[in-house]
């Protein structure tokens, strides 16, 4: 389930993929994010790909949307009572129809920030599911699904299971990425550890230098993932939602290079 660190080199990312048609999709339900964060990702998204690319977002609410951007609804789901707060609707993916798509796809969180390349995310090791390496579970093999490239439907007996398992099984799985890892029975790998980077436990200095520097991308970062606060839009201007009493460790300095690659 590893794979070599490092990017892949810009030969190899282009060898014999100029004329392939890649696919990208996220979701969007409720109100979380606004319509705004669907359409930088799109505007991420195509600059950062070199080969014809369709993206997709499956939503709730159609509003606002970039009219480049093609709609999908998203697959019905049936969601327990008493469910454990999290982002289960995701399960959804893993339908056996995914609106109009086939073969493989490439998930993103709406909360991430395309900051290099991306055609390799869909050469690295085809046919397995790719996920990253969960930073704050590493050694117990957990992948974090906010960049996720799977086969459309590859595995139903997920959406299955978690439907049969109910709210009772959101408890003792805790979330939707551990419940994936765990049960997908796929060929899996996590992507290369340079091209993911969590904002939070790898680009935000340590506290208390955070108060003093702001965030820098590593060499190599092709996606800065945002999980939970600060998102992006706060982290631009140096803001971090928090209680009075965090405050004095949930600070940070605006982050400039959000400029360049969310917008």
């Excluded at 049936?78 to 056996?96: D, H, I, T, V």
Aim: charged residues 25%; positive net charge; contains cysteine.
């Amino acid at each position: 389930m590893t794979a070599p660190d490092g990017p892949l080199s810009s030969r190899q990312e282009s060898q014999d993929g100029a004329s392939r048609r890649q696919t990208v999709i996220c979701m969007k339900w409720g109100s979380l994010y606004g319509p705004d964060y669907v359409n930088r990702l799109h505007r991420g998204v195509s600059r950062n790909v070199t080969r014809p690319t369709r993206f997709v977002v499956f939503t709730d609410d159609t509003s606002n949307l970039d009219p480049r951007i093609e709609v999908e609804p998203i697959p019905p789901v049936r969601l327990a009572l008493g469910l454990k707060p999290g982002p289960w609707r995701k399960l959804a993916l893993w339908s056996r129809q995914l609106g109009s798509l086939s073969g493989p796809v490439l998930f993103l969180d709406l909360d991430v920030v395309i900051t290099g390349p991306l055609d390799a995310f869909f050469d690295h090791e085809p046919g397995k599911l790719g996920l990253i390496r969960n930073w704050t579970q590493a050694e117990d093999g957990i992948g974090n699904s906010s960049v996720m490239r799977f086969e459309v439907g590859s595995a139903p007996h997920l959406l299955d299971g978690f439907e049969r398992g109910g709210a009772a099984l959101t408890y003792q799985t805790d979330n939707e990425q551990i419940f994936v890892t765990r049960n997908a029975n796929l060929p899996t790998m996590f992507w290369p550890e340079a091209w993911c980077r969590s904002f939070k436990h790898e680009l935000l200095p340590a506290w208390p230098r955070r108060l003093f520097r702001p965030a820098a991308l590593m060499p190599g970062t092709r996606i800065a993932v945002f999980t939970g606060d600060p998102r992006p839009h706060d982290a631009a201007i140096g803001r971090w939602p928090a209680r009075w009493y965090k405050k004095s460790y949930k600070s940070l300095r605006p982050v400039p290079w959000l400029a360049e690659h969310w917008r």
